[in-house]
């Protein structure tokens, strides 16, 4: 049975990366496909690359956390043809008016941000946000 539950999720995940290969705004979409997913406390280490999930391992966990929304976000745009080429880094960060760490990725001249639920462009990210350190993500095969 868990094995079918895993299989179904994996169908719909996959689905899902099909369309973005032809949306008309990837970034928002994906976003908003994990932004429906049910969210939880700190689920994995942000500062321990060598302990991050990997794609399948977050699927069938099904716990996202902001960085793991952050994490889920870049597998998907990356096990894609059409972003498979991108360079993508997620950056731990601080916002320093609202005292808060955020999980940005960026996605060349692009950054997707869950705590702001939108997609910005480099210049247009506020000074205030401080990354403390950030991560080049290797290439999907």
Same mark, same amino acid.
């Given at each position: 049975?868990?094995?079918?539950?895993?299989?179904?999720?994996?169908?719909?995940?996959?689905?899902?990366?099909?369309?973005?290969?032809?949306?008309?705004?990837?970034?928002?979409?994906?976003?908003?496909?994990?932004?429906?997913?049910?969210?939880?406390?700190?689920?994995?280490?942000?500062?321990?690359?060598?302990?991050?999930?990997?794609?399948?391992?977050?699927?069938?966990?099904?716990?996202?956390?902001?960085?793991?929304?952050?994490?889920?976000?870049?597998?998907? !745009?990356?096990?894609?043809?059409?972003?498979?080429?991108?360079?993508?880094?997620?950056?731990?960060?601080?916002?320093?008016?609202?005292?808060?760490?955020?999980?940005?990725?960026?996605?060349?001249?692009?950054?997707?941000?869950?705590?702001?639920?939108?997609?910005?462009?480099?210049?247009? !990210?506020?000074?205030?946000?401080?990354?403390?350190?950030?991560?080049?993500?290797?290439? !999907?095969?």
């Amino acid at each position: 049975m868990l094995h079918e539950e895993y299989e179904i999720k994996l169908s719909r995940w996959q689905n899902f990366r099909n369309e973005l290969e032809t949306s008309i705004n990837p970034f928002e979409d994906v976003i908003n496909y994990y932004n429906t997913k049910k969210r939880c406390k700190l689920s994995s280490n942000p500062w321990d690359q060598a302990n991050w999930p990997d794609p399948w391992e977050l699927l069938e966990v099904n716990r996202y956390c902001n960085f793991t929304l952050t994490l889920a976000s870049c597998y998907t !745009l990356q096990l894609t043809d059409r972003f498979k080429d991108f360079d993508f880094e997620i950056h731990i960060s601080i916002d320093k008016v609202n005292e808060e760490i955020l999980y940005p990725l960026h996605v060349d001249d692009k950054i997707l941000c869950y705590n702001y639920n939108g997609v910005i462009q480099k210049a247009e !990210l506020p000074t205030v946000i401080i990354s403390q350190r950030i991560y080049k993500m290797p290439r !999907l095969q």
